[in-house]
Every structure is written in C-alpha cells, then in structure tokens.
C-alpha cells in the first residue's frame, strides 16, 4: 500500500475525489472534469458515463464508448496504470470505515455478512471470508448471507463450475441465494439466507428479523472492485438504528485482492483477471458510498 495509505486511514467525512488516488485522471480520461468535491449531479454524471446497470459487465460498453476504444477490450497503459493506482482492487485488511485496526482480533467475535454477488465475486468472497477466519482466529457469532433470486446467467457466469454443476442438479441455472448458501455450506459455515431483491431490502430484513445485529460488531466481506459494498451494508444498517457504529467502531470489513487483465486474452479469462472496463463500475460506486459516509 506504499506510499498511499487507502487502506489505512479513516474514510469518514472524507473528499473521495481526494481520497481515491488517481479518480481525477480517470474521469478526464472518460471526458468529465470533476468539480472540487462531489455534488449530486456529478456523482449522476459518473453513473451515467461509467455505468447504473447492477451487473458491471452490463455496463462496459457505456465506459468503452467514453474511453473511445472503438471495439477493444482493454485500454491503454496510461489507463490501465490509472486502474490499479485506485488501489481498489489490492486486498483490504481487516479495517473499520475509521481506518487499520491495530493488534490482533483473536479477542473478538462478529458476526459476519456474506453479501452475494457475480457468481465468481460470490465464490471469492467465501474463500476470503474462510482464510481470514482460520488465519487472524476469530470467533464467529453467526453468518448471514445476503442474495436475490436472481439467476446467474451472465457470461461470467456461465463457464463457473459450481454453476454448472448446480445447473446439472437442478435443471436450470441456480440463483444468486442457491450459488452462496452453496458455497458457504462447501466451507463449513452454518449460515442463515436473507433474500430479497436489493442489498437494502435484504440488510431491513436482517435487521428486522435480527435487531440486536445493530448492538453487535459486523464483519462484511468483499472483494476487489466491490469495495462500496460493505460501506452500503453499514448505511443501510445505520438507516434503521442511526446509533450503530456511532460511539464505539461496530463495523468492519475486508476484501480479497485481484489481478488486473492487461491483454484481451486475459480479459476473457474472468476466472484469474478482472476486466478493466468493469472496475468504472466499481469506482463510481464507491465515491458515491464515500460521499454518503457521514460519520
């Protein structure tokens, strides 16, 4: 993380357009001058240049067409050096949205939040969550899982084993919740489904059926590109008990690390690789998740 220190400090009332090195660059890249700070407008800016859709691959070719690539798949060098000095794709430590915790954690127990996402994000995140268990020996109150109903047939999708092997057994493609409560069950780890259509939805539910989640500390769990994630898990936790997290750091997460495709042949390979035109997606949606955190 040398010599930026992303990963370390705190992020609370922080200027994201400061706060992610490089974010300024990468927007003139794509035609957008950014203002000082961010406003509502130009975060919708952002959206709109780099992509709403929820599936990132939906969106590369709004962000292609604004990098004018005209039919490549990968960007050039400047670009791709712009990507990976984001450091938003280097692994996280386990951090709250105050900054690295200092000492060990084998005196805390969480409970932990399993989001799901892309069939491959949903695969990294458990196998990210397993390593650091048996690695920094916490202890685990409960796991929730978090997933919709929808079915993983997105192109990055398709070619993964436990989908096709789950499209085998049931005679369709499994959905986001069946995909993780899969996996998490291959890692031994005894888990509770909230489903629902959005994070949101799925984060009220917990909350409803859980409400002394918010007295507890949560543990979310990520991955590269998707570091908004657990900082939308926390605001919406905060929007039904503003209390949490407040006084005392309730929060934390952390996220795996992953390797950016710099040649079409790695592009395609999503299993190894992340795409770069796809890491836009994730960028615009943490400023905009750094731009809500308040305190």
């Not at 000082?36 to 952002?46: C, R």
């Not at 950016?260 to 949606?285: H, I, K």
């Amino acid at each position: 993380m040398e010599p930026w220190d992303f990963g370390k400090i705190s992020w609370l009332r922080r200027n994201p357009y400061d706060l992610i090195p490089g974010l300024r660059d990468l927007a003139k890249a794509s035609g957008i001058k950014l203002g000082p700070s961010p406003n509502d407008t130009e975060i919708q800016m952002l959206f709109d240049v780099w992509g709403s859709e929820r599936a990132f691959v939906e969106n590369v070719p709004v962000v292609a067409a604004a990098l004018k690539l005209d039919g490549m798949a990968v960007p050039d060098q400047a670009v791709l050096d712009l990507l990976m000095i984001t450091e938003t794709l280097y692994e996280l430590a386990i951090r709250s949205a105050r900054g690295k915790h200092k000492g060990s954690f084998s005196h805390k127990r969480f409970t932990v939040v399993v989001p799901t996402g892309t069939a491959n994000w949903t695969k990294r995140r458990v196998h990210h969550l397993l390593a650091y268990y048996l690695g920094e020996n916490f202890g685990i109150d409960c796991v929730f899982a978090l997933a919709s109903e929808r079915l993983c047939t997105l192109d990055t999708e398709v070619n993964n084993q436990l989908v096709k092997a789950l499209s085998g057994n049931l005679g369709r493609p499994p959905t986001e919740a069946e995909l993780l409560s899969t996996y998490l069950a291959a890692a031994d780890f005894n888990h509770e489904l909230i489903v629902g259509g959005s994070v949101e939805e799925q984060v009220a539910k917990l909350v409803a059926v859980h409400p002394d989640i918010t007295k507890s500390e949560v543990l979310v769990v990520t991955n590269a590109n998707a570091t908004y994630v657990p900082l939308a898990v926390r605001r919406f936790i905060k929007q039904v008990d503003p209390a949490f997290d407040r006084t005392r750091t309730q929060f934390w997460f952390t996220q795996d690390d992953f390797e950016l495709a710099r040649t079409p042949e790695e592009a395609a390979d999503t299993d190894n690789y992340q795409r770069p035109l796809t890491v836009f997606s994730g960028l615009v949606r943490l400023v905009n998740e750094l731009y809500q955190l308040r305190a």
